[in-house]
C-alpha cells in the first residue's frame, strides 16, 4: 500500500513536470536562443517525463489492484471462515438475498475503499502539502492564499458532499440489499409466482423498487454534476491566480519571465489529483454500512460451543423435554412445551399441515436452530454440542435434495468420501437403480446436468437415498420424501426405505399418511403441540379424523 501511494506520487508529480517543462521548453523556443542546444535539455526533460507518467501510473495501476485483489482475497477467506462454522444454522440467522449482497456487493464494493477513496486520498493530500511549500519557497504569502484556494477542493467539498450525500448512500445501499432480497425470492419462488397468475404483480412491485433506487441515485448524479461545475469553476480562479502571480513575479524580478507559462500550467495536473478527493470521502457511509453488515455476521463467530464427537454414541436415542421455540416477530410459538422419546430402531412419523410446526422441529434436532425452553437430548448431548459432527449421527432427505452437475458416482460419493467404487454399485443395487444406471452408455460416469435434471423425480430421490446409505447414520430424517412423485413411485420409493434402513430410527416429517402402516408410532403437531399419537391401528380405530384423512389419501373418498 506504501509503494502504491509513492507511485501514485509520482504519477502526477511526472505529470506536473511534463507541463512546467512543456511550459519553459515553448516559451524558450518563442525567445528564439542563440544556441539551439539550450533547448536540448527541457526537450530532453518533456521526453523524459512524457515517458515516466505513464510508466508510473501503469506501475500504480498494477501494484494498486494486485494489492487490493490480495486484500479482497484474504476477506472473501474470512467471510467464509466466518460463515462455515455457522453452516447449520445460516438459513436461521440470513436471508439469502443478504448472503448474496454480502458475498456480491459489500466485499466488492470495499475495493473502492482502496483504490477510490484511501490511495487517492492520501496522494492528494501529500501532493497539497508539496504544492504549498513548492509555492513558498518562491513567495510565502502566495503559499498562504493557494492553500487557502485549495482547501476548498481539498478538505471544504470533500465535507459539503459527505454531508449532503451521506443519507442517499445508506438509504441506496439498504434499497440495493433489498433488491437482492427480492430477486432471490422470485427466482426460487417463480413458478408459483406465474401458477399463481401473479407474476404482473411481482414486475410491478419489482419495477416500483427498482424506480425508487434510481431516484436516489439520480439525487447523487445530479449533486455530482452540480459539484464537478463548482469545482471547475474554483480551478479555473486558482489557474487565473497563479498566472497573475506568475506574471508579477516575472515583473518585479522574483522569477524569470520563462517560468511565467512553466507556473500556469503546472497547476492543472495538480488539480486533477485534488478534484477525486470530494467524491471519494463521500462514499464513506456506503463503506460502513458494508462493514457493518461484515461485523454482524463475524458477531456469531465467537459463540463458544462445546462440541462432542460422535463416532462412538452407542445409543442415539432422542428426546424432548417441554421444548419450545419462538421466532422472531411472531407471537405464537412455533414449537409449544413438546416433550417426545424415540428410541434407537424405532419408526415414527410426524405428521400436520403447513405450519403447525414440523419443519421447525427439524430444524430442531439438528441443531440448526435452540430451542427457547425445554432441551434435546440426542445420545446423551443436545444437537449444539455436535456442531457439524451431527450429520455423523443424523442423515436428512428432503423432497429436493440437491444433485450436482457432475457424475452419478460423485454425487453418491458425497455420503462417504472414500467410498470405493464396488461400495458405491451396492449402494446403487440396494436402491434399485442398478440395472438402470448399467443401462446408460456411461453408466456412473454419466452426468447428473445441474440439479440434476438429467434424471426423474424417483431416480434422484433414489440416488440421494444412496448417499444416506453410504453415510449410514444411525438415525434418518425424511422431509416429505415422496411430493410430486406419483403414487407407483411413491410406493416403490418408501418400500425401498424400508427394507434398505431396517434397524435405524426413522423419523417421517410430512402431512401425506402412505406409508404410516409402517410406522411403530405415529404424532401429529397443530400449532407446536402434540393433538394425536398412537400406532397406525390405533388411529384408525379410535380416530374418526385419522381414518378419514388416510382414506383420502388412499383414494378411497
Known amino acids: 500500500m506504501g509503494i502504491t501511494v509513492f507511485l501514485g506520487v509520482l504519477t502526477f508529480l511526472a505529470s506536473a513536470m511534463l507541463t512546467f517543462t512543456s511550459g519553459y521548453l ?174 404482473h404483480h411481482f414486475l410491478s412491485q419489482f419495477s416500483k423498487e427498482t424506480s425508487d433506487s434510481s431516484k436516489t441515485e439520480g439525487k447523487i448524479a445530479s449533486w455530482n454534476h452540480a459539484r464537478i461545475f463548482q469545482l471547475q469553476v474554483i480551478t479555473g480562479g486558482i489557474v487565473i491566480f497563479v498566472g497573475l502571480w506568475a506574471g508579477h513575479s516575472a515583473a518585479v524580478g522574483q522569477i524569470m519571465p520563462v517560468y511565467i507559462a512553466s507556473f500556469t500550467l503546472i497547476i492543472f495536473p495538480l488539480l486533477e489529483a485534488f478534484l477525486p478527493t470530494s467524491q471519494a470521502i463521500e462514499k464513506i457511509p456506503a463503506y460502513e454500512e458494508s462493514l457493518k453488515r461484515l461485523e454482524y455476521i463475524e458477531s456469531f463467530k465467537d459463540e463458544k460451543v462445546e462440541r462432542k464427537e460422535v463416532a462412538s454414541c452407542q445409543d442415539p436415542s432422542i ?51 435452540t430451542p427457547k425452553s425445554g432441551f434435546i437430548d440426542i445420545g446423551g448431548h443436545s444437537p449444539n454440542e455436535y456442531g457439524e459432527q451431527i450429520y455423523n449421527l443424523i442423515s436428512v432427505l428432503n423432497q429436493k435434495p440437491y444433485l450436482f452437475a457432475t457424475t452419478v458416482e460423485n454425487n453418491i460419493r458425497l455420503g462417504r468420501e472414500d467410498a470405493s467404487r464396488e461400495e458405491i454399485m451396492e449402494a446403487i443395487k440396494q436402491v434399485k437403480l442398478d440395472q438402470y444406471i448399467q443401462s446408460l452408455p456411461k453408466g456412473l460416469d454419466t452426468q447428473m446436468e445441474e440439479t440434476g435434471q438429467r434424471f426423474s423425480g424417483g431416480e434422484r430421490q433414489r440416488i440421494a437415498l444412496a448417499r444416506i446409505l453410504l453415510k449410514d447414520t444411525p438415525i434418518v430424517i425424511f422431509d416429505e420424501p415422496t411430493v410430486g412423485l ?72
Request: proline share 3%; glycine share 6%; hydrophobic share 45%.
Open 319 to 369: 428426546r424432548l423435554k417441554d421444548v419450545s421455540y419462538f421466532y422472531e416477530d411472531v407471537e405464537t410459538p412455533a414449537v409449544n412445551q413438546l416433550s417426545l422419546s424415540i428410541p434407537k430402531g424405532k419408526k415414527i412419523a410426524i405428521l400436520g399441515k403447513s405450519g403447525a410446526g414440523k419443519s421447525t422441529l427439524l430444524q430442531l434436532l439438528i441443531g440448526a436452530i
Open 26 to 199: 515553448i516559451t524558450s523556443a518563442s525567445e528564439m536562443p542563440l544556441n539551439i542546444l539550450l533547448l536540448y535539455v527541457p526537450i530532453v526533460g518533456v521526453r523524459f517525463f512524457g515517458i515516466a507518467k505513464p510508466v508510473f501510473h501503469y506501475l500504480e495501476r498494477l501494484t494498486s489492484h494486485n494489492t487490493v485483489l490480495k486484500i479482497l482475497a484474504e476477506m472473501r477467506v474470512k467471510l467464509y471462515n466466518m460463515l462455515e462454522p455457522q453452516a447449520l444454522r445460516i438459513r436461521s440467522r440470513y436471508q439469502t438475498g443478504d448472503l448474496i449482497g454480502t458475498l456480491a456487493d459489500d466485499i466488492e464494493h470495499l475495493q473502492d475503499a482502496y483504490i477510490r477513496t484511501i490511495f487517492p486520498t492520501i496522494v492528494s493530500l501529500f501532493l497539497f502539502l508539496s504544492t504549498v511549500v513548492f509555492f513558498g519557497i518562491f513567495d510565502f504569502v502566495f503559499a498562504i492564499w493557494i492553500a487557502f484556494c485549495l482547501s476548498f477542493i481539498v478538505f471544504v467539498y470533500p465535507i459539503i458532499s459527505l454531508k449532503i450525500l451521506k443519507k442517499n448512500h445508506i438509504l441506496l445501499k439498504d434499497k440495493q440489499n433489498h433488491l437482492y432480497q427480492i430477486v432471490t425470492d422470485a427466482i426460487f419462488g417463480i413458478s408459483n409466482w406465474i401458477i399463481s397468475g401473479r407474476k
Open 486 to 557: 406419483d403414487p407407483k413411485t411413491e410406493r416403490e420409493l418408501l418400500s425401498t426405505i424400508f427394507e434398505t434402513l431396517e434397524g435405524k430410527t426413522l423419523i417421517f416429517i410430512t402431512h401425506h399418511l402412505i406409508g404410516m402402516e409402517n410406522m411403530d408410532e405415529i404424532y401429529f403437531l397443530d400449532q407446536g403441540e402434540i393433538v394425536m399419537k398412537g400406532t397406525h391401528e390405533e388411529l384408525l380405530k379410535m380416530n374418526e379424523r385419522y381414518k378419514k384423512l388416510y382414506q383420502l389419501d388412499r383414494g378411497y373418498l
